[in-house]
């Protein structure tokens, strides 16, 4: 009996080690933080509850990658929220949300909050109820080296496309609130975005979320570089100038007003001068009529 109980341990031993290392030659995260909500015991209802939404995660995620759940009660309640780039297959990004996952509690031990992300997905797990919240918070800013060439027209065009952008996630499809596009910039340069809510937004509020995101680009670190990053709970945007999302799925955004001018005017100009020249037509001939009878 005391040889089959050391096997066992042995055999745990291994097990654990080997998952270790597995976590270990994980890549770190692209971005990641701990949150300041205070730590958890190992033998806690908070662990225990974080642990099965966790591992539960990769099953969960729906086909448009998005999921959302929370676990208990009061102090032992626990929240998360997983988003995947919205050109990502699922496979792929259950595996990205699985290794963000394991990552993240190996980066923030014990702690109730942390979320965190590689480019293709991202994670927030808290002991407050982050799934009922509906507004934008900031997480993280990222941003390239290289400024941009003639930042001034750079930012503007940006902005432009941008909220072309925010108006096809809001209210395009409701099952993935995902936009990708690219517009001209100066000295024709390429800029690339797209923009995403987590889908269970209501449209006005996946809007409302993304122009708070957008008003707070003056605070990045990104403004008038190359490319950049701001990444919420619930919305985010990410913009450069070379393509960093699957050009098949991109979702063109409407152009602007002005650029159909002249289509505009030729259909207002048909449908005005249209009726006027029917009528002259009429009364053309009832005047030859009346002409043809008096005769």
């Given at each position: 009996?005391a040889i089959?109980?050391?096997k066992?341990?042995?055999?745990i031993?291994?097990?654990?080690?080997?998952?270790?290392?597995?976590?270990a030659?994980?890549?770190?995260?692209?971005?990641?933080?701990c949150g300041?909500?205070?730590n958890?015991?190992?033998?806690?209802?908070?662990?225990?509850?974080l642990n099965?939404?966790?591992?539960?995660?990769?099953?969960?995620?729906?086909?448009?990658g998005?999921?959302?759940?929370s676990?208990?009660?009061?102090i032992?309640r626990a929240?998360?929220?997983v988003?995947?780039?919205?050109?990502?297959?699922?496979?792929e990004?259950?595996?990205?949300?699985?290794n963000?996952?394991?990552?993240?509690?190996?980066?923030?031990?014990?702690q109730?909050?942390?979320?965190g992300?590689?480019?293709?997905?991202?994670?927030?797990?808290?002991?407050?109820?982050?799934?009922?919240?509906?507004?934008?918070?900031?997480?993280?800013?990222?941003?390239e080296?290289?400024?941009?060439s003639?930042?001034?027209e750079?930012?503007?065009?940006l902005?432009?496309l941008?909220?072309r952008?925010?108006?096809v996630?809001?209210?395009g499809?409701?099952?993935?609130?995902?936009?990708?596009?690219?517009?001209?910039?100066?000295?024709?340069q390429?800029?690339?975005?797209?923009?995403?809510?987590t889908?269970?937004l209501?449209p006005?509020?996946c809007?409302?979320?993304l122009?708070?995101?957008y008003?707070?680009?003056?605070n990045?670190?990104?403004?008038?570089?190359?490319g950049?990053?701001?990444?919420?709970?619930?919305?985010?945007?990410?913009?450069?100038?070379?393509?960093?999302?699957?050009l098949d799925?991109?979702s063109v955004a409407?152009p602007?007003?002005?650029?159909g001018?002249?289509?505009?005017?030729?259909?207002t100009?048909?449908?005005?001068?249209?009726?006027i020249?029917?009528?002259i037509?009429?009364?053309?001939?009832?005047?030859?009529?009346?002409?043809?009878?008096r005769?």
């Open positions: 009996m089959t109980i050391q066992w341990l042995l055999i031993l291994f097990l654990h080690i080997h998952v270790l290392n597995i976590v030659q994980l890549p770190d995260l692209r971005y990641g933080s300041e909500n205070g958890y015991t190992e033998n806690s209802t908070y662990k225990n509850n099965t939404l966790l591992t539960s995660l990769p099953s969960k995620i729906d086909n448009y998005f999921y959302k759940a676990i208990g009660q009061n032992d929240s998360v929220i988003l995947c780039r919205g050109d990502v297959e699922l496979q990004c259950r595996d990205c949300v699985h963000v996952s394991q990552k993240l509690v190996q980066v923030c031990p014990n109730k909050e942390a979320a992300g590689y480019d293709k997905c991202m994670l927030v797990y808290s002991n407050e109820s982050i799934t009922d919240t509906t507004t934008f918070s900031k997480l993280f800013y990222l941003n080296i290289q400024n941009a003639k930042p001034g750079f930012n503007k065009e902005g432009k941008l909220v952008l925010r108006v996630a809001a209210h499809d409701p099952r993935r609130k995902y936009a990708s596009g690219n517009a001209t910039g100066p000295d024709f390429n800029i690339f975005a797209l923009v995403q809510c889908p269970d209501p006005q509020n809007f409302d979320c122009t708070k995101a008003e707070d680009m003056i990045c670190p990104c403004m008038g570089k190359k950049g990053r701001i990444i919420g709970a619930r919305c985010s945007f990410r913009y450069g100038t070379s393509p960093f999302f699957r799925v991109v409407p602007p007003e002005e650029e001018g002249d289509d505009k005017t030729v259909r100009v048909i449908i005005i001068v249209g009726p020249f029917t009528i037509i009429f009364i053309a001939c009832i005047s030859v009529v009346m002409m043809s009878r005769n």
